[in-house]
């Protein structure tokens, strides 16, 4: 992707976020992730139905890498069934730290390709994955009945 | 003022976030390495040539730190690893034993978490009331919100001098003077406050005063508890160990150390202590006058730059220090600190520790801009041409 089309996408997320609402429906999961050497702070909404990710909402403020992340990875995961999730959010882990990673899962959030140049802003950019990977993890934990 | 001295500024760097730390003098470094490599030793134990000049240099700092602040008597100055341990130390050694339920604890929703978290833990220990001072419409301490605040349960002040975000410098003599009239204490965190303007602990009349040597030019890790000492006798001591007692034989009998190694147990960061002596030397040299001055015509000079961009918002416009709190509208503070940092300026963003200056002024994370004297009026014209070009900001900010 070209400097500028990458630019362009970054900048329409971080302006216009997708889902930037809360819901109050308690039927969603909610989770905050924050990165503890930066500012950044968001709490996430997740609706799980049936091992699918229904819809993600999400809050807070972050920067703009941050925030343009979080929308970008709310529209590539809705629709997606928390075993495709999971794989989508390792290649875009994998990516950030400039690991083997498939192109074909990222679509959008390939934008990020080239933010381990700027190494203090991965964290910016993983911030919302570290926040749904939570949401997850509490979704299988309440399926399988342990909380 | 002085920029050769300080190599840090060889490197083609802005540095405007002494709110946070100082830079370092030459002169600071080079007296640590003079310790290491000269006479590396330990402190008050030795009997040889080596170990009596650490104690000379390290009793010096407490002569020259009595003085920088004009402190009555030299037991009065215990070194500590920083402002936060001092607060901590005040809190939990001294107000520990002597607070009581219901006792009223005062202090603002501006304070530095140091200022506050001890304090928050001592009252629900103790079933205290932390109480708040309402800030005026500009975020400051006005001696009339003190006056208000003020009950008859009220036993503790706490404030630091200077804040480090609205960076207001508080009336803290006329609010000792009306806290004495009630029986209160009162604390002050000079953290902001002691590298930037003169101090006199005796004329403000504060109970106990508390700064770190590493925001005034001096090393990391070294910090000072002022105490009147008729107050720090009954402190207690919260380390207890090597070098702070007397002697002991079992449990019912230990003697402790007076004022105020008694408050300083195990090894001390003599490096630290010794290096925030040159600094002070250093200071004074300069005066503490001048750098105020000079610092007041760098702050003005700014503010009358910046309040000219229509797209940036000043949060603390009034304040007297050289700390200036601004947002560039519909700009996370962060990504205005990370464009800065493209062209080598410091900048912090955030809620610098004020966590709860959010529920005041509405606003959760700034940038901050804080200077001191080695910073210049062609810096401040740098910052202020890449502030001016918000279409800039928003093409470089990631
Ligand atoms: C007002 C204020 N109080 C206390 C502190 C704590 O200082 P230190 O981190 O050196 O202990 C700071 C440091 O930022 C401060 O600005």
Redesign the interface.
Known sequence: MDQELKREIIMENYLHPYNKEKVSDDKYINVNSNNESCIDNIDLQVLIDDDKIVDIRFMGEACAISTASTSIMIKELIGKTTEEALKMIENFENMVEEEEYDKELLAEALVFDDIFKQKSRKTCATLPYVGIKKALNEYRNEKNGNC | MHREDFLMLNKDIIYFDNAATSLKPKCVVDKICEYYNEYSANAHRGDYDISYKVDLEYENTRDLVKDFINAKNKQEIVFTSGATESLNLVVNGFFGPLIEPDDEILITKSEHASNVLPWFRLAKKTKAKIKYINLDSAYEVTLENVQKAITPKTKIIALAQVTNVIGDIRPIKQICKLAHDHNIFVVVDGAQSVAHMPVDVQNMDCDFFTFSAHKCLGPTGVGVLYGKLELLEQLEPTNLGGGMNESFEDEEQVMLKSLPLRLEAGTPNIEGVIGFGEAIKYLEKIGMDNIASYEKSLKEFLIDKLSKISFIDIINIKAKSGIVTFNVDNI????VA?YLNKYNVCVR???HCAKMLKNETGI??TCRISLYFYNTKEEIDKLVELLEDKEKI?KE??
């Open positions: 996370f503070s962060q990504d990370y963003a955030g809620s959760k994370n928003i900010m990631f």
